[in-house]
């Protein structure tokens, strides 16, 4: 007998890893990908293969592939083309002093700390221009993300693929594409709880923890979609700030160099 399973069924049906386990996944994703664009296998301007094809390429979750392909991004080896795909950039030139977060850059509190004020100051005035500028694009995208992270919620997942994606999207929303490159430029990175290992790990207190950050996003998203500049800079600003006094607090009692999540 033949079974039709429904798009939720074949959700759960993917590959699931343990949170250790996915990040050397995604570390060994990353290193082959990086290995063919620097051999030449991928030339610069190739699209990626999509994102099925890279599942069943490394037997992995579609959130470890998107994990590494936003470390790819923050590496500036590809670029995301909204509604088209993910193209090759080619090896990144060497030559001359330029701005770069690397991940031994964020390896304290202190560090993510430091970049999340840089982000209060850029991301708050990127809502603002977004709620100005924003097309209906741009809102179905964010929704997608808002309903994906609640969905990573419900099966136990830190969210961060779809985090990043509501984040990026408001930066696309400006129509500045300068707020877009530098926030496709630090990628995951800028989501704090990739790199630390913040308070509430167990079950119910992480959940909770993503709940507010889902219901801090989605006032975000609110004022953007009534195009309310002043209160969609205020959320965002409040989004961030609450973000910086939660890990002002997990930094009680932690090490200098905590474990990343």
């Given amino acids: 007998m033949t079974s039709t399973r429904t798009a939720s069924e074949e959700r759960l049906a993917e590959p699931a890893e343990a949170p250790r386990r996915s990040r050397g996944l995604v570390t060994e994703i990353v290193q082959a990908l990086e290995a063919d664009i620097r051999q030449g296998q991928l030339v610069q301007g190739q699209k990626l293969p999509t994102e099925s094809a890279l599942m069943t390429r490394f037997e992995v979750s579609r959130t470890v592939v998107r994990e590494a392909i936003s470390r790819l991004q923050a590496s500036g080896l590809v670029e995301t083309r909204h509604g088209v795909g993910t193209f090759v950039l080619g090896p990144r030139m060497e030559e ?15 560090d993510v700390l430091a970049l999340l004020e840089l982000r209060i100051s850029l991301e708050s005035e990127s809502a603002a221009l977004a709620a100005q500028r924003r097309q209906d694009q741009h809102l179905q995208v964010m929704r997608q993300a808002l309903q994906d992270f609640e969905h990573a919620i419900e099966q136990s997942s830190d969210a961060v693929p779809s985090d990043f994606e509501f984040h990026m999207e408001v930066a696309r929303a400006t129509g500045n594409r300068y707020f877009s490159e530098l926030m496709s430029y630090l990628g995951t990175m800028v989501i704090p709880r990739t790199r630390l290992r913040t308070a509430g790990n167990s079950t119910p207190e992480r959940q909770q923890y993503l709940r507010r950050v889902h219901l801090e996003h989605q006032h975000i998203y609110d004022a953007i979609a009534q195009q309310d500049a002043e209160s969609a800079r205020a959320a965002m600003r409040l989004h961030l700030s609450n973000s910086r006094e939660r890990l002002r607090k997990a930094q009680q009692g932690l090490p200098a160099r905590p474990p990343s999540v």
């Fill in 96 to 110: 001359g002093p330029f701005f770069r977060v690397t991940e031994q850059d964020m390896a304290t509190l202190t």
